[in-house]
């Protein structure tokens, strides 16, 4: 945990960075950011370029992960923009006109800023005016989105996409604060909190409490983020409070049950990443905090009974705007771009052939990669995809040509030649010269003769003569000198190569193994052919680090990253605490050759879940499975092609982690939980 307090920091309005290593803060006056991991502290209260007058800065905004912005007030109705790389932490004056940035509430994210100025209602974004007059406040925005109160009324909201209002949502609850996420708002403030999905247009309640009031947290100049996405689902942050205690409640959309926070927060900020909860927040006197919690920790209802509600793409059918590329062969990778996508994949022929796949899902939902099936047959395809609330047809087709597309770790490296040496140079030059320059003096000299003869005893006459032809001459002198010119600079100009010391021939390129979790790694294409092979309904998603299991485990190797890796504790980082760690495709591998032996199983275990210290799940080197079948003979089968064709240690596996010879699974009332495969 970090904090401070009053009078050696200003803790108000805290906005952490989007990966949560800084947090900037400051009411009017002071401008701070402080690096989480390091502790260093950076003021900005009084940047270069500041005009005179009483000019009062405070706390930034995260403009993208590597962009601070803030704003110095000169007056109401002029005030000045400056960023701030990462990195270099020196504030930078914008061009942006201070009549424009001026406002009541000012906002930033995705690239973009907005502001609302009170005083005759108008709203800007990114230098330009957007609303003239009118505009209430509540202001958040998001990506190129802006919402607010449509008029001081705030009985609706109003929603401007690009620089265009496009829709107007009535409130079903006051609003004093919003936060706008890709599909979704949350809107409330000191009351009922409730939630409007984009897509269908929706509003439900997402009030978690009974007997609490429930905030958004932040008021006055500030603009606040509420909205957060968890594995490509939309949770909520908010704050709630009573007489005699205060929380920051954290839950899914539509959802009742809350990680609960015990904190005095008159203002939140949240990010999430690597399944960990990072807030800041400060109390009503200005002393801030910044915590850290799982994502998995207990959720505890608190609602009284309300129903969970849901809306938007919870319900949606996928949808299909763009395939890439359109001409592949077979073993090729085909993206499928669109959103509310799913693994489920068909291929419709001309003939009404229909070929089903399994791919893997990006978390937004909005990219299915897959791998297009050896047994298609060459020609013209539409692509589909399906899932538990509708299909979706591509709205292009995809040429199959019927070859085969190398895997990355098959693809033999191009080696370019060595360039052609310095003497092969000077040779060529030589030569080409002494044919252009005998062609130019034997051209001259005729020239020069022609004069001549032709001079009439003009001395004027013979003289331009004399001098083509002596000039041609010497030209031609001087070029069957070079050679001896040459050879006397270096021998090896006109005999050899020509060589001097630190300098040769280039040596054709490496050959680079790709990295470990790169995209065309032996794990990444191990890790497909597995998944072509068993499907991606043959892995788990029970996980007891909540959001972390063999079926994420396989989509990430197989899209080319490097997998969760969790610990004992459920703290799950890409490639582990080293950034490194990726399946080995010896166990990849190894899981389709015992699925082609004729073995049916379920993969409940790679490198998430809880397992000892020091486990090699967390060294990408140990797997466990689920044999689909009750009779302990073909759990032994299994068993037994495992160990015939491979090393390590093999075992069944009790759920206490003992081992178990008789391999009778708790299906058939034996102890027998998984199979247990390391090296």
Same mark, same amino acid.
């Given at each position: ?44 209260? &009084? ?268 319900? &949606? ?133 022609? #004069? ?40 090896? #100009? ?57 079926? #994420? ?7 080319? &990253? ?118």
């Amino acid at each position: 945990m970090h904090t401070c307090s009053p009078p050696g920091c200003n803790g108000w309005w805290p906005e952490l960075s989007p990966d949560g290593r800084y947090v900037s803060y400051g009411n009017w006056g002071d401008n701070w950011v402080t690096d989480l991991q390091t502790s260093q502290n950076y003021d900005f209260s &009084n940047p270069p370029g500041l005009p005179a007058g009483s000019t009062r800065c405070t706390g930034g905004k995260w403009k993208d992960l590597n962009t601070l912005t803030f704003v110095c007030e000169v007056n109401p109705f002029y005030t000045t923009r400056y960023e701030v790389t990462v990195g270099q932490w020196q504030p930078v004056l914008t061009s942006d006109d201070p009549a424009i940035v001026a406002g009541n509430l000012f906002d930033a994210r995705d690239g973009h800023w907005s502001s609302w100025l009170g005083a005759g209602g108008r709203i800007a974004k990114d230098n330009q005016t957007v609303v003239s007059s009118g505009a209430g406040g509540a202001l958040a925005m998001s990506q190129d989105n802006v919402v607010y109160g449509c008029d001081g009324s705030h009985l609706e909201i109003c929603l401007i996409e690009g620089s265009v209002q496009t829709t107007r949502f009535p409130t079903q609850a006051p609003l004093h604060q919003m936060s706008i996420t890709d599909e979704y708002i949350i809107y409330g403030g000191y009351g009922p909190v409730r939630g409007i999905c984009l897509s269908d247009g929706k509003d439900i309640n997402l009030s978690a409490t009974s007997g609490f009031t429930e905030s958004l947290g932040g008021s006055g100049v500030r603009a606040t983020k509420n909205i957060l996405m968890v594995n490509g689902q939309p949770w909520i942050v908010t704050g709630v409070f009573n007489n005699t205690s205060s929380y920051i409640f954290l839950r899914p959309w539509g959802e009742r049950a809350s990680i609960a926070i015990p904190a005095d927060a008159s203002h939140i900020s949240a990010v999430h990443n690597n399944g960990i909860f990072t807030v800041a927040y400060n109390d009503p006197v200005g002393r801030m905090a910044v915590v850290t919690i799982s994502d998995s920790s207990p959720r505890n209802d608190l609602s009284g009974g309300l129903a969970p509600e849901t809306c938007g793409s919870i319900n &949606n059918p996928p949808v299909i705007t763009s395939l890439n590329p359109t001409v592949t062969s077979n073993g090729g990778t085909l993206e499928i771009v669109g959103s509310f996508l799913t693994p489920n994949v068909q291929f419709f022929g001309i003939g009404g052939t229909v070929i089903n796949a399994t791919g893997w899902v990006d978390p937004s939902l909005r990219v299915t990669t897959v791998i297009i099936p050896n047994n298609i047959q060459p020609g013209i395809y539409n692509v589909g995809v399906t899932g538990a609330y509708g299909s979706a047809l591509s709205p292009s087709v995809i040429t199959i040509d019927g070859g085969t597309t190398l895997s990355a770790v098959s693809v033999n490296p191009v080696v370019i030649p060595g360039a052609t040496n310095f003497q092969d140079l000077i040779t060529y030059a030589y030569n080409y010269s002494l044919i252009i320059v005998g062609i130019a003096v034997f051209i001259m000299i005729m020239w020069g003769g022609f #004069l001549w003869m032709t001079s009439a005893a003009n001395p004027g006459n013979i003289a331009t003569a004399k001098g083509y032809m002596k000039n041609a001459i010497i030209g031609a002198v001087l070029l069957l000198s070079s050679y001896v010119i040459l050879n006397t600079i270096n021998p090896e #100009l006109v005999g050899g190569g020509f060589n001097l010391p630190g300098i040769s021939n280039p040596p054709p390129p490496p050959i680079i193994n790709p990295p470990p979790g790169g995209g065309g790694s032996a794990s990444q294409a191990s890790a497909q052919t597995l998944l072509s092979t068993i499907g991606l309904a043959s892995f788990l998603t029970n996980a007891t680090c909540s959001g972390y299991h063999a079926q #994420l485990n396989i989509q990430e190797v197989a899209g080319g &990253n490097l997998p969760s890796v969790c610990s004992p504790t459920c703290s799950c980082l890409p490639g582990g605490t080293t950034g490194s760690v990726n399946i080995d495709p010896i166990i990849l591998d190894g899981l389709t050759d015992l699925w082609t032996s004729g073995s049916r199983f379920t993969v409940s275990s790679l490198t998430t879940g809880i397992h000892s210290a020091g486990s090699r799940h967390y060294q990408g080197r140990a797997v466990d499975i689920v044999v689909n079948s009750s009779s302990p003979a073909t759990w032994l089968a299994a068993l037994n092609y495992i160990a015939s064709n491979y090393s390590g240690q093999i075992y069944c596996e009790t759920a206490s982690g003992a081992s178990d010879l008789t391999c009778t699974p708790t299906s058939a009332g034996g102890n027998t939980d998984h199979i247990h495969w390391d090296f």
